[in-house]
């Protein structure tokens, strides 16, 4: 039986391990829910948990999957094993199907009808450039109408009446693929956004593949997800959600929806998105309402670091079976580094050029030794400032295919890639060893 199982249990795991900052003093979910989470990123604080919030009575959760500490607790794993862990996961055979019960925690209550009104949430205004108050740490749950297969989903959300969300849905996503495969593609489509989850449940939402995501977060668990059907919409939801909305998006109601604080780093554009109508808001006695701060670590996390990096050690690994690599927050899913053992003075620039080709994002590459820690930005800039011979180490690809919203891209996501080898050229000019100190117990000299 894994021991985290809902977001009550996780909150719980973080706190055991010095993982949790709560915070009792007054703040509001204007902005300084998210200013505060984010400097606790920052700092390796830990996740935050707030329980005195100026606006409601709910406590207020963020910051849960924000490192890699965190994110080793909620895969329930060592923080070294969280690749494979989640490699094992991805692999279609591995996936465990949901369990399906007639109970679930958010059925203790529910508002419909004219009780129906988004205002009984704390939804925050994160960053000070976002067009208003934006859920942002629901989690979409949809069915496609043809397979009946489930689909997990990110979707950012403007609050634009009591009743009225703004959808964001780009068109390559599942969301938009079901409601376009339909008879009707502008008939409303039943959506359900479960919000304070188990973290497997938002790790796996992040994942793009062709199965249900909850068989994912099965894997993850090693057991079955609970659901629950929904009370308006026919919808299998995880039954430990914290708080459920339910709904239908209207493609053919539009509404401007945004800007929002996104990946990149920026702050996306206004879009034409089609509007959701909520049809019921369940949730748990005394809820807790979960966010995920846009634009900052666990928005990089969740949408493009664990789901992608277990592609990008497959395809390095066709290359060279031992090398490592990871995708660094800092980077915003645009950048990875890779570690080797440097045996032939072109590997680092063919393991570049495999990532470049495994994930589209990927734009930025560069290649260390081991004696450089891969986790520290400082150390990379170091082997780069150090081991990089500009015209010799470094080569470009141009008029490349990557992310429509990368910021160095044209509209259609062209750009240029780059690959820098940053790894010990000792054929070049011996330098013998890096300099290094043990690190050291300083409890053991230091008086209390």
Known sequence: ?????????????????????????????????????????????????????KETEMPIFAGGVSSHKRTALALECDPKSIIDVMGEAL?????????????????????TGDDIDLGVLP???????????FITGAVSVTKDPVSGRGNLSYNRMLVLEKNILGFNVNEWRDVGTFMKSRPDPEAPFPVA??????????????????VDELLIAGAIRNEGIKVCKGKTVDIDIPAHSEIVIEGHIRPAQRAPEGPLAEFHGYHGEMWDSPTLEVSAISFRHEPIYQTIIPGWYEHIYIGNILPREPLLRKHIRHIDPNADVIIPPYGNGFMAVIQVDRDNPGTPKNLAMAAMSAHINIRNVVVVDRDVNMHESSEVLWAITNRVHWERDVFQVGEAQGHE??????????????????TYKRERREYGERVAYPSIDLSNFLKG
Do not use: Y
């Open 1 to 53: 039986m894994a021991e985290i199982n809902d977001l009550r249990s996780f909150i719980n795991v973080l706190e055991e391990n010095g993982q949790l900052a709560e915070i009792s003093k007054e703040v509001s979910i204007n902005h300084e829910i998210a200013d505060i989470t984010a400097s606790l990123a920052r700092s390796d604080g830990g996740a935050a948990f707030f329980t005195n919030v």
């Open 91 to 111: 692999e279609s055979s591995n996936g465990i199907s949901t369990q399906l019960t007639t109970e679930a925690d958010w059925h203790e209550n529910c508002l």
């Open 193 to 210: 956004l479960a919000m304070g989850l188990d973290p497997a449940i938002m790790i796996a939402a992040g994942v793009r593949t062709p």
């Open 123 to 133: 939804i925050p205004k994160h960053s000070r450039g976002d067009g208003g108050s």
């Open 405 to 422: 919203m990368d910021p160095t891209a044209d509209k259609r996501g062209i750009s240029t890639k780059v690959g820098i080898d940053a």
